[in-house]
């Protein structure tokens, strides 16, 4: 409002100029309005020139049907794991590697096979070789996983050791095992609400504190995925020229996931060996 007041009081002055000029040397009436209509001209075009680059910047998006074909009509993918045999044989470096490193990599030996089976319907998360992953401060030592929607690669997940203390005392890592996880996704404004939620808060569950009653357990992660999608949409909205990534991170003694791989083994189950990593209840031959 301001910014317009301002345009007509310039305009009034250059016009009481004008005449003033006009009076004081004689010129034409015809040469005044002539000059007048030529800057009113210039002020409009620059008026039409703010407004539609404005608008262009509203209309002209980048093109993402083809990004939200393979999330709302694309087949979902079948997880295809590449599961490292070692840390080195993953490209970790070995002068990198602990002894808290190993107890990592075995302990999460089955956790993608874990999220994909509690995870929503479209998602997979696959296993990658690669265990030199990018850490906090530098290179890291993990593991590594690809992040599909249905035919859509969302993004990645990677898990490395959690903590301060397995730095210095790395033998003690087995006695207080903490791993973080970090999960970054891309195009997630396009995926519904419950389905985030769904994966967001089964990974903070396996990772952090269980204890003896799940219900709360379940509760306190339903509130970390909760808290992390509503964050992602205020960035979201309040930066609506930006297309926002979504990255989450958190750290835990993963619980249920060493609960999960006991039952596993005490019961004789692998479930790469028995459900290729993926959903129990998937007919593996579906779609062979």
Same mark, same amino acid.
């Given at each position: 409002?301001?910014?317009?007041? %301002?345009?007509?009081? #310039?305009?009034?002055?250059?016009?009481?100029?004008?005449? #003033?000029?006009?009076? #004081?040397?004689?010129?034409?009436?015809?040469?005044?309005?002539?000059?007048?209509?030529?800057?009113?001209?210039?002020?409009?075009?620059?008026?039409?020139?703010?407004?539609?680059?404005?608008?262009?910047?509203?209309?002209?998006?980048?093109?993402?049907?083809?990004?939200?074909?393979?999330?709302?009509?694309?087949?979902?993918?079948?997880?295809?794991?590449?599961?490292?045999?070692? %840390?080195?044989?993953?490209?970790?470096?070995?002068?990198?590697?602990?002894?808290?490193? @190993?107890?990592?990599?075995? +302990?999460?030996?089955?956790?993608?096979?874990?999220?994909?089976?509690?995870?929503?319907?479209?998602?997979?998360? =696959?296993? %990658?070789?690669?265990?030199?992953?990018?850490?906090?401060?530098?290179?890291?030592?993990?593991?590594?996983?690809?992040?599909?929607?249905?035919?859509?690669?969302?993004?990645?997940?990677?898990?490395?050791?959690?903590?301060?203390?397995?730095?210095?005392?790395? =033998?003690?890592?087995? @006695?207080?095992?903490? /791993?973080?996880?970090?999960?970054?996704?891309?195009?997630?404004?396009?995926?519904?609400?419950?389905?985030?939620?769904?994966?967001?808060?089964?990974? /903070?569950?396996?990772?952090?504190?269980?204890? +003896?009653?799940?219900?709360?357990?379940?509760?306190?992660?339903?509130?970390?995925?909760?808290?992390?999608?509503?964050?992602?949409?205020?960035?979201?909205?309040?930066?609506? +020229?930006?297309?926002?990534?979504? =990255?989450?991170?958190?750290?835990?003694?993963?619980?249920?996931?060493?609960?999960?791989?006991?039952?596993?083994?005490?019961?004789?189950?692998?479930?790469?060996?028995?459900?290729?990593?993926?959903?129990?209840?998937?007919?593996?031959? /579906?779609? #062979?």
């Amino acid at each position: 409002m301001l910014k317009r007041i %301002l345009i007509w009081v #310039a305009i009034i002055v250059v016009g009481l100029i004008g005449y #003033a000029a006009k009076n #004081a040397f004689g010129i034409a009436d015809q040469t005044i309005w002539l000059t007048m209509l030529a800057l009113m001209l210039v002020l409009v075009s620059f008026q039409f020139d703010g407004r539609l680059n404005a608008l262009e910047e509203r209309v002209i998006q980048k093109d993402y049907s083809g990004i939200k074909a393979l999330i709302e009509e694309g087949k979902r993918h079948r997880p295809q794991h590449q599961q490292p045999k070692s %840390l080195v044989e993953g490209g970790a470096v070995k002068s990198f590697i602990t002894a808290a490193h @190993e107890v990592l990599f075995e +302990d999460f030996r089955w956790f993608g096979a874990t999220l994909n089976q509690h995870i929503a319907e479209p998602w997979a998360v =696959e296993e %990658l070789n690669d265990t030199d992953v990018r850490g906090i401060e530098g290179p890291e030592v993990g593991r590594r996983y690809q992040v599909y929607y249905n035919a859509c690669r969302m993004g990645t997940m990677q898990v490395t050791t959690g903590g301060h203390e397995w730095i210095f005392r790395p =033998e003690t890592f087995a @006695e207080n095992r903490q /791993a973080r996880v970090e999960v970054d996704l891309n195009y997630l404004r396009f995926v519904p609400y419950t389905d985030t939620h769904s994966l967001i808060s089964t990974v /903070a569950l396996f990772i952090g504190k269980f204890g +003896d009653d799940g219900d709360v357990a379940r509760a306190k992660a339903s509130a970390v995925a909760t808290a992390a999608l509503t964050g992602h949409l205020w960035e979201s909205v309040r930066n609506p +020229d930006i297309d926002m990534s979504f =990255e989450f991170r958190t750290e835990g003694p993963y619980e249920l996931l060493s609960d999960t791989t006991d039952h596993w083994k005490a019961n004789g189950i692998d479930p790469f060996e028995k459900w290729d990593g993926d959903r129990s209840w998937a007919d593996q031959n /579906a779609d #062979a």
